[in-house]
T-cell receptor, first 110, second 109 residues
Framework: SQTIHQWPATLVQPVGSPLSLECTVE??????LYWYRQAAGRGLQLLFY??????ISSEVPQNLSASRPQDRQFILSSKKLLLSDSGFYLC?????????FGSGTRLTVV | QKEVEQNSGPLSVPEGAIASLNCTYS??????FFWYRQYSGKSPELIMF????GDKEDGRFTAQLNKASQYVSLLIRDSQPSDSATYLC?????????FGGGTRLMVKP
């Protein structure tokens, strides 16, 4: 079966610290992968998407970067977190039935 | 103009009533649309998708698409308190999925 894993579930980080969020997909190959962010009480904002290994497209300029080192692995990173980076980060992959989301990481920058 | 727009709500309906959630879109070339449900603190889950004009029914849910008027709606019949959540409308744009801001639905017992 096809599943998507995302961790950690919650994270509290100080301003200026680095960030690494990981997302992996099982049961499929060469998936389109996505990182979304949802600020409190807001809609979903697409941050990055990838159609293959090493291929990253950025939707908005920001303090974040993404990498796809393996076919089914998508990583979201930051060298120095800002307070405005707080939010709910969601990884998703595109299946035949639509876009399936991971369980998300709630990041609080303090 | 946002690509996909929704009224943020909250939309409050009594238990057992029909809840009607609406979404408008700006790209006339959009061919398909997705409805997601998101409970507070959880990730969105896909409820339905629709790609042709008219209605698509799945249990208590009916999605309606009107391409001429550029709107898509989701009807929830016999609303239950467990339906209380934020409902997100989304449309593909190339390799991406663009979301509306979501409508918060509250079903009161």
């Amino acid at each position: 079966s096809q599943t998507i894993h995302q961790w950690p579930a919650t994270l509290v980080q100080p301003v200026g610290s680095p960030l690494s969020l990981e997302c992996t997909v099982e049961g499929t190959s060469n998936p389109n992968l996505y990182w979304y962010r949802q600020a409190a009480g807001r809609g979903l904002q697409l941050l990055f998407y990838s159609v293959g290994i090493g291929q990253i497209s950025s939707e908005v300029p920001q303090n974040l970067s993404a990498s796809r080192p393996q076919d089914r692995q998508f990583i979201l990173s930051s060298k120095k977190l800002l307070l405005s980076d707080s939010g709910f980060y969601l990884c998703a992959w595109k299946s035949r039935a639509g876009y399936t989301f991971g369980s998300g990481t709630r990041l609080t920058v303090v | 103009q946002k690509e996909v727009e929704q009224n943020s709500g909250p939309l409050s309906v009594p238990e057992g009533a029909i809840a009607s959630l609406n979404c408008t879109y700006s790209d006339r070339g959009s061919q398909s649309f997705f409805w997601y449900r998101q409970y507070s603190g959880k990730s969105p889950e896909l409820i339905m998708f629709i790609y042709s004009n008219g209605d698509k029914e799945d249990g208590r849910f009916t999605a309606q698409l009107n391409k001429a008027s550029q709107y898509v709606s989701l009807l929830i019949r016999d609303s239950q308190p467990s339906d209380s959540a934020t409902y997100l409308c989304a449309a593909p744009r190339g390799n991406m999925l663009t979301f509306g801001g979501g409508t918060r639905l509250m079903v009161k017992p």
